[in-house]
């Protein structure tokens, strides 16, 4: 449940309030709008029943919240989110580009990368160092020494890395090098990853998993949030149906269904969905159409050289020119790609 304040309530009426659910052995959440202030109630209502909170000083009214995720609800917190990831914000009336290899090759693959990407506007190095593959032949990943690679592309670029993490050991190390840790779609409802991540206090990019409903997404991200982390990211990558075409099916209603649900940023991330390089651009756009808050999109010095994912990764050239695509397209949607 929450509990909306008035606009004139007072901070004493608003301590009040909060007493009296604690002391009932709940947690509460607030949430300070320009307006007015909402209280987050979670746990078991019901032991509220006698306390007629509904009349307290300053209370406006009570409302019920059904859905099963409360911290990542639009209803307990109305002001959209904005996650600050070094020195670049997601969210708001920016629109954010994250960009690089699926995977660290090599010192001068990350540099090389990082260089090119920042030129044309990206404002995140993206990499992977951990690289869960469906075949335990195929490669997996440099590990703390990829993550050392990117640290050292951040500290000659300026740009903030993200990188995913697979397990507490992964993420132990990435805490060292990295700006954001990478939930993968894979390991979106591991729950005790989940909760270290959100321990850290580090922004999240949560990935919505190959056969997650939206609904089981948003209790994924309130694993973090419960944590007491509130800067997660969402990232729509696709999810597996029958169509064989593409990797997987690139879910754009995702966006403003998210939109409407919760005050996270989302992003998307074409690249992934498809896997296949002449269908990330017009997923792109599409995706800034629909309301994305940013684009992961991945680059590779060379992709047909490229030890993992090199069909849907984008040349520099290639990089370039959709970022120059997507800035008009962006000012129509009322962001700014630098």
Not at 23 to 50: M, N, R
Not at 91 to 102: A, E, Q, T, Y
């Amino acid at each position: 449940m929450i509990i909306i304040m008035k606009p004139d309530a007072s901070t004493e009426a608003i301590n009040n309030v909060v007493s009296i659910v604690r002391e009932q052995g709940l947690d509460t959440h607030l949430s300070h709008g320009h307006e007015v202030t909402i209280i987050g109630v979670v746990g078991d209502k019901t032991v509220l029943a006698d306390k007629n909170l509904e009349i307290a000083e300053g209370v406006d009214r009570i409302v019920s919240v059904t859905e099963s995720y409360k911290l990542a609800n639009k209803k307990f917190h109305p002001e959209p989110t904005v996650v600050k990831v070094g020195n670049t914000a997601i969210g708001g009336d920016n629109l954010v580009i994250m960009s690089g290899p699926c995977a660290v090759e090599s010192a001068e693959q990350v540099l090389e990368t990082a260089i090119a990407i920042k030129k044309a506007g990206a404002r995140i190095l993206r990499g992977g160092a951990y690289k869960p593959r469906t075949s335990p032949y195929s490669f997996q990943g440099m590990e703390e020494d990829g993550l050392r690679l990117m640290k050292e592309a951040k500290d000659a670029t300026g740009l903030p890395v993200v990188c995913e993490v697979t397990s507490q050991s992964a993420v132990e190390a990435a805490v060292k090098y990295v700006d954001m840790l990478q939930i993968g779609a894979r390991n979106m409802q591991n729950f005790f990853l989940l909760k270290e991540v959100g321990k850290t206090g580090l922004p999240v990019l949560l990935k919505r998993g190959l056969s997650a409903t939206i609904d089981e997404w948003l209790n994924a991200a309130e694993y973090i949030l419960a944590e007491g982390n509130p800067n997660v990211v969402l990232c729509e990558r696709g999810i597996r149906t029958f169509e064989t075409a593409t990797r997987n099916t690139l879910d754009l209603s995702a966006v403003p269904v998210i939109r409407a649900k919760s005050h996270l940023p989302i992003i998307v991330d074409p690249s992934h969905a498809t896997g296949v390089r002449d269908y990330v651009e017009p997923l792109a756009m599409a995706g800034v159409a629909a309301g994305a808050d940013g684009l992961m999109i991945e680059t590779h010095p060379c992709p047909e050289k490229a030890l993992s994912d090199g069909p849907q990764s984008l040349t520099f050239s290639q990089f370039e020119e959709l970022c120059d695509k997507l800035r008009p397209l962006a000012s129509l949607m009322g962001k700014t790609l630098a």
